[in-house]
């Protein structure tokens, strides 16, 4: 019975929404995400297929402001590994050759899970666009619904364009929860104009902030998988700027960071 | 005669068995072997083996608790090796061995103290099975203040750019041709190194006070690495000063255009490089008693590399072209052919086993990292992006025609991994690879990560 409410509510309200400040709004959507400009995540990402857990790996991301962020790879399989991207430029560690390696924006989205994905935790400073209409927040696929939704929402749906080269994704359309410019879900593009995943963020509290603690990616390139991407622990870090020269991956000094 | 320690997988080097030596198949520069502590040949030794790799498990799973993190990982890779027994090289000594290597790694690391080291058991077919233990790596970085660093021990030190061949890799010096390769062993040394957020200069004294050594690895040196990284690009500079090479001098790149395409390109000076050369095919004798094959001293070398690559989606395209003065010309194989030709055709006159020792003597020129000095390698790489990846690669050697075509595919789950690999060298008939003594080889290797 809300719905009809809703879409009355969001024909009248569009023109002024139109108008607010789609950066403004993605800072605030951001802050969900990653709380602190310089910060250390711990994130596990979980690879499904056709609904059965297939690989589970582990990741120390170390954020900086100016798009800098230095991967870590965790997991018995891929120990070892790191990945640093400063801003729309990428290296390669692998611990057999312990040598950087150049790599392309295309490079970086090989693999299973996408680095781009555990690496960029930010719209912000990568895209800008418009508010192109609101509608009731969708609920999630039932495959992805943990425990009770939340009652009937309203949603912003942002159309964003990458406004820097390098990003992972050409091309977002981006719900955010009217209210508080929460993420619900997005669409993810790639330069090629095709949908690659369908985004969708479960929000929960820590440290008694509200916090997006996860976010599930449906691959429309290969149907029946499924990677969700956990965010363990974020905690404000100001790793060296030292840490993120390409050269320096080689060196183990990141202990204690 | 004495008698080389080299690596199995190094398919160039085809007749490292019909030299009358028997090379490990699995030996590497700088790595325990015989007389070493840990080496073990017998059953206490394996005891002693097992020992060592249960204590690595004990650590791996009380790590944690400790702060120290550890992982251990077994990898099988076994090789088949086809001899062709038509090869004039082929010095009929009936010494194709099949061979595998079985090993169980573990890395340390706790605050800037590092270590890898490796169980190995390996079988070759026609001998013993040997197993032996060693540290691939144990080092320790420290921090000075103000970006400055310093590293003592035994390190893997890997610089330059460049997929098939890395002329800027002037301490390390791996060869990127190998198959199924096992870790790298690194090099005693003391190190001072700086970073800031965009450019890094390393020093490194390797093997001090080693002295002059049998070969490169085995050479004490002073080595400098530079990087910059200037408007998006990545620029290298080496310096390296020895015994054995004087001094060299590189410089390297990497541009990335756009998405897709990268470009890479180095190169180095030499003031000295030695080439080994069978002394017969260049004074016109016949028939040697002792190892002709002779180091022969060479000044001002030159190793450069240039590439291209294209990623777009699942498939990857490499195109790389070098360039490297080590190597054997096409003249120079030509006057070895010619020489080997000559010593057949003694058959009937001069006993078979001298010219048996004399081919085999020749073939050592198939160890070489490349059999000759101009190169162009084109690979073909797919990602499913679902743990499967495959390639396709072809290495020739445009001045005498010879070719190899290399087939891969690998699957990666949860904690193992399973390549598979097939190698077959030919091209024209009296180019050097389709002359080699190897004509096909194929590998398997499976790695799981314990932890």
């Known amino acids: ?257 | 005669m004495s008698c080389r320690t080299l690596p199995a997988s190094r398919v160039h080097r085809a007749s490292r068995q019909s030299s009358g030596c028997a090379p490990h198949p699995a030996a590497l520069p700088g790595q325990a072997w015989p007389g070493s502590p840990f080496h073990a040949s017998s059953r206490q030794g394996l005891c002693r083996a097992l020992l060592i790799g249960l204590a690595a498990l004990a650590i791996g799973f009380t790590s944690t608790a400790h702060g120290i993190e550890a992982n251990a990982a077994l990898t099988a890779a076994p090789v088949w090796e086809s001899r062709a027994a038509a090869s004039p090289y082929e010095a009929g000594q009936g010494t194709t061995r099949n061979h595998s290597r079985q090993d169980l790694e573990l890395r340390l690391r706790e605050g800037g103290f590092n270590a890898q080291a490796t169980l190995r058991w390996q079988t070759a077919e026609g001998g013993k099975p040997e197993h032996h233990g060693f540290a691939n790596q144990a080092y320790v970085d420290g921090d000075l203040g103000g970006g400055l660093g310093f590293t003592v021990g035994k390190k893997v030190l890997s610089w330059g750019v460049g997929f098939g061949f890395r002329p800027l890799d002037v301490v390390q010096r791996e060869n990127r041709r190998d198959v199924a390769p096992p870790a790298l062993v690194g090099l005693p040394l003391l190190a001072l190194e700086r970073f800031s957020a965009d450019t890094a200069w390393t020093l490194a004294w390797v093997r001090p006070g080693h002295g002059a050594g049998a070969n490169d690895s085995r050479d004490s040196s002073l080595a400098f690495h530079g990087y910059r990284l200037v408007d998006g690009d990545d620029v290298h500079a080496v310096a390296r000063l020895s015994h054995r090479r004087g001094v060299e001098l590189g410089l390297g790149a990497t541009r990335v255009v756009g998405e897709e395409w990268s470009f890479h390109g180095a190169a180095l000076y030499q003031r000295r490089y030695a080439k080994t050369r069978n002394t017969l095919a260049e004074n016109g004798g016949l028939l040697a008693a002792s190892d002709p094959m002779l180091a022969t001293p060479q000044r001002h070398g030159l190793k450069a590399v240039a590439g291209a690559q294209w990623t777009s989606g699942p498939w990857s395209l490499l195109t790389e072209a070098w360039y490297d003065a080590d190597a054997y010309s096409r003249a120079e194989w030509q006057r070895l052919d010619a020489l080997t030709a000559r010593q057949r055709d003694l058959a009937g006159v001069a006993p078979a086993s001298a010219i048996a020792g004399n081919v085999a003597w020749s073939s050592q020129a198939y160890r070489a990292d490349n059999l000759l000095r101009e190169n162009l390698l084109l690979r073909l790489a797919h990602d499913t992006g679902d743990g499967v990846k495959a390639h396709a690669e072809l290495l020739l050697t445009p001045t005498d025609g010879g070719r190899v075509v290399t087939l891969g595919v690998s699957h990666e789950g949860d904690r193992q991994r399973l390549s598979l690999g097939l190698r077959q060298l030919g091209g024209k008939p009296d180019s050097a690879y389709a002359q080699s003594p190897l004509r096909r080889i194929a590998w398997i290797e499976w790695r799981w990560a314990l932890f």
């Open chain 1, 1 to 257: 019975m809300f719905k009809p409410l809703l879409i009355l509510a969001t024909l009248f309200s569009f023109p002024a929404i139109a108008a607010e400040d789609v950066t403004a709004m993605l800072k605030k959507a951001d802050s969900y995400r990653l709380p602190e400009g310089s910060s250390r995540v711990e994130t596990v990402v979980e690879l499904y297929r056709d609904g059965q857990l297939d690989k589970e790996r582990r990741y120390t991301v170390y954020i900086k402001p100016g798009r800098r962020s230095l991967v870590l790879m965790k997991s018995a399989a891929e120990s070892g590994q790191k990945l640093l991207m400063l801003a729309d430029q990428f290296w390669l560690l692998m611990p057999d050759t312990q040598r950087p390696l150049r790599i392309t924006p295309s490079q970086k989205l090989l693999g299973e899970a996408s680095s781009g994905d555990i690496a960029s935790m930010t719209w912000a400073e990568d895209y800008d666009g418009t508010v192109v209409g609101e509608l009731p927040c969708p609920p999630k696929p039932a495959a992805l619904a943990h425990g009770a939704e939340d009652g009937p929402r309203s949603c912003l749906r942002l159309d964003l364009t990458a406004t820097r080269s390098g990003v992972t994704y050409s091309r977002i359309e981006l719900l955010l929860e009217r209210a508080g410019k929460l993420p619900v879900k997005a669409d993810l593009y790639v330069q090629s104009g095709k949908r690659a995943k369908e985004a969708w963020f479960e929000t929960g509290r820590a440290n008694g902030q509200l916090r997006i603690m996860a976010m599930s990616l449906v691959d429309d390139i290969q149907p029946g998988r499924l990677t969700r991407v956990r965010y363990q622990r974020i905690v404000a870090r100001e790793a060296p700027d030292e840490f993120f020269n390409p050269a320096a991956l080689v060196r183990n000094s990141l202990a204690g960071w």
